[in-house]
């Protein structure tokens, strides 16, 4: 039986769903990541989990057992808030001590327990300071800290990374998972980090206006995006409309603005059906005039070039005016393309998605709230 099960749970304040009829289940010792933008539902469906919250419809399971009865204290689930929420008067040892102590461990292995995780933190040699004398970030450190030594088997983090500077924050997600994974945690880790999400989730849910967009693995959700949104949340990726031409078995031919046509491998749609095509940028080649006969070789001027350290971004404006971006490793790019010249972009069939085009537009599907 999964360890967490969320069964059509909303939750309003006042006109706002901050969470629509959301379903998902998480098995036991999964880490799984909570993914969207501000303002999606992402720590409102922590605090429903925790019992913070207590949602207008639906239910929550933990082990099987429906919690809705029961106080937060009670449901072997920590929440790690984003404002630390630290005891003032207590040091660090001795906030991170308390859950230990108030589950009646003696204060000498409580104390070791706590010793442990600060050490995993950082933070053992601050074990004796208060927590207005240290920056925020040492301080959502010590509230990590506190929450894996609660000894509870269910731990909801709510952004806990974020006040971090970059290099720790690479290093401790690493150390999290690894942590999670030896100590048999079941672990709800919320975050707008699209890249740590796919670097330490076994799963990633997806969350747009408290409504579920995509429940995956890393793999399928970066690779198989179900929705415009999450194609546009998760990587970098071209969007360009489109009108289905013809169709085959083997895929359609679609009409870009002013009779532009590219290849697909998708046959689901109509002929003169409206479609947005989706290409990730790092699936994307651009190489100077003329070129051979790649397929979907379309042809723009360079009209920004971005150095980002590992790779170069090329974007480049069609020559019936879309843009469309291409990112390129470093050791494959070309030195002599400059902004102004005159390139042939190309995409694989195979690299493509094929939407519906969305009642509201492409601008209107890919806002985030």
Not at 139 to 165: H, I, T
Not at 166 to 181: D, F, Q, S
């Amino acid at each position: 039986m999964p360890a967490l099960r969320l069964l059509n749970v909303t939750k309003r304040f006042g006109d706002v769903k901050a969470l629509d009829d959301v379903t998902f289940d998480v098995k036991d010792r999964e880490y799984v990541c909570i993914l969207g933008s501000t303002g999606s539902g992402k720590t409102t469906l922590l605090r429903t989990i925790a019992g913070i919250i207590k949602p207008d419809e639906g239910e929550v399971f933990i082990d099987s057992v429906n919690v809705g009865g029961i106080a937060a204290e009670n449901r072997n689930a920590v929440y790690v808030p984003q404002t630390y929420a630290l005891f003032p008067h207590m040091t660090v040892l001795e906030n991170v001590t308390f859950g230990p102590l108030a589950k009646d461990i003696n204060r000498t292995a409580a104390k070791e327990v706590a010793m442990n995780v600060l050490r995993l933190v950082r933070l053992d040699k601050r074990a004796d300071a208060y927590p207005n004398e240290l920056s925020g970030g040492m301080q959502q450190r010590v509230a990590l800290a506190r929450g894996l030594a609660s000894g509870a088997r269910l731990l909801l983090l709510d952004e806990p990374l974020g006040a971090l500077d970059i290099r720790l924050r690479l290093e401790l997600r690493t150390e999290l998972r690894r942590l999670a994974k030896e100590s048999g945690l079941t672990v709800i880790h919320v975050t707008h980090d699209q890249e740590e999400a796919m670097t330490i989730g076994d799963r990633i849910l997806v969350l747009r206006r408290g409504r579920l967009q995509q429940y995956g693995t890393p793999y399928h959700v970066y690779n198989r995006p179900e929705k415009i949104f999450v194609a546009n949340f998760v990587g970098n990726t071209n969007f360009l409309e489109a009108i289905v031409e013809t169709r085959t078995r083997e895929g359609s031919t679609l009409t870009l603005r002013e009779g532009l046509r590219i290849r697909v491998l998708d046959s689901s749609f109509e002929p003169d059906e409206a479609v947005i095509v989706a290409i990730r940028e790092e699936k994307t080649t651009v190489t100077p005039e003329p070129t051979g006969e790649e397929p979907n070789r379309l042809s723009g001027e360079i009209v920004e070039v971005h150095f980002l350290g590992s790779h170069i971004r090329y974007v480049i404006k069609l020559s019936n005016g879309d843009e469309i971006a291409a990112r390129v490793p470093l050791k494959e790019a070309r030195t002599e393309l400059k902004h102004g010249d005159w390139v042939s972009v190309n995409f694989d069939p195979v690299n493509s998605h094929v939407y519906e085009y969305p009642m509201l537009g492409l601008q209107g599907e890919l806002e985030a709230s």
